[in-house]
């Protein structure tokens, strides 16, 4: 491993939840202001969701984050989180709110959200070539009204919506059938592609 390397590893057969603080810390590590914090924690720490019984362990040391379902009894603090807004903290049980390593996972668990665009190229680049995606995807931000397409095939989807809301759909923050469901996007496309475009969200969610 390099000095610079972060590893994020999981168990062999990991839970949704698992899979979803794993692909978020690795956001964090795309992150240059967050990828030394990262590389710097050493500690035990489990995040529990605050509506349910779910719980994950993660293990930071010499620059490897591991993370496991349930919550260890040996963990150093314990982050209950709001599972539906990104990880966000609602308590911290163990240690002080501000504490270093409260703080540093803290940071790890909600990197910021990049550009829209950005968050679209990254969605279509891993999901794009995958079976029954469509030929050309269009994306248009509302509040800026302007236009972002991404390949040149047919069929062709369209989806809509406000900046900071796309950059979640796109980032596998927010699911694309919960965003569609509520409004927070519209769409243009068969039904057979929403269902191939909520397999893509939700591949997105857990692997990227």
């Known amino acids: 491993m390099t000095r610079s390397a972060v590893s994020v590893v999981t168990e062999d057969d990991p839970t949704p939840l698992v899979l979803s603080v794993a692909r978020t810390l690795r956001a964090s590590a795309r992150v240059p202001e967050l990828l030394p914090v990262l590389r710097g924690l050493s500690g035990t720490v ?29 963990r150093d603090l314990v982050l209950i989180v709001d ?16 504490a270093p390593l409260a703080d540093a996972v803290h940071s790890v668990l909600e ?14 680049e891993f999901t794009g070539s995958d079976p029954g ?5 269009v994306v248009t931000c509302e509040d800026e009204q302007s236009e972002y397409v991404l390949g040149d095939g047919l069929p ?14 796109f980032t596998g ?15 243009r ?20």
């Open 46 to 74: 489990v995040v529990r969701s605050k509506d349910d019984p779910q719980a994950v362990t993660i293990r930071f040391a010499d620059g490897e984050s591991r993370v496991d379902h349930g919550a260890a009894a040996d």
């Open 83 to 98: 599972l539906a807004d990104r990880f966000t903290i609602v308590e911290v049980r163990g240690s002080e709110p501000t």
């Open 111 to 124: 990197p910021p959200l990049p550009p829209w665009r950005d968050a679209a190229t990254g969605f279509w």
């Open 133 to 137: 995606m469509p030929g050309q995807l």
């Open 156 to 169: 062709r989807y369209e989806i809509s919506g406000p900046s900071h809301t796309l950059a979640r759909v």
């Open 173 to 187: 923050t927010d699911t694309f059938l919960d965003a569609v469901f509520t409004g927070a996007v519209s769409i």
């Open 189 to 208: 496309g068969t039904l057979p592609q929403l269902s191939v475009m909520a397999g893509a969200s939700l591949k997105v969610r857990f692997h990227a």
